[in-house]
């Protein structure tokens, strides 16, 4: 999991993002100082955490996504949803998961849960 640990220090400073961007990865990306997502938000973008392969959902570190809204992106539809119930235990504001479907994606908000919207 790469990319919390800095969020969790600006928001500890008083920093607030519009949202934040989760991407749920296949393999082990070689990143640059471009794309690294510890220096995203440095250049101007988002901020984002990616898990990687070997990341555990039920151990991830979401505390730095409180009250903030999620894009969550990934491939495997379950995989994706595994991640979203843990982003969830950590009170965003509300989350989109999709990447896995172009027919659907998901979006969850406290009052209204987890629901499935089908593409228009």
Not at 13 to 29: A, E, Q
Request: with cysteine; net charge negative.
């Amino acid at each position: 999991m790469i990319g919390h640990e800095t969020l969790i220090a600006l928001r500890m400073k008083g920093y607030k993002p519009s949202s934040v961007f989760v991407s749920i990865l296949r393999g082990n990306p070689d990143y640059n100082v471009f794309t690294h997502p510890d220096m995203v938000m440095s250049l101007g973008g988002q901020p984002e955490i990616d898990l990687g392969p070997d990341d555990s959902p039920s151990t991830a570190d979401f505390r730095c996504v409180v009250g903030l809204p999620v894009h969550l992106v990934g491939e495997d539809e379950t995989r994706a949803l595994s991640v979203a119930d843990r982003v969830i235990q950590f009170r965003p504001l509300w989350l989109l998961a999709s990447g896995f479907s172009d027919e659907y994606l998901y979006r969850w908000t406290p009052t209204g849960g987890m629901k499935r919207v089908e593409a228009q």
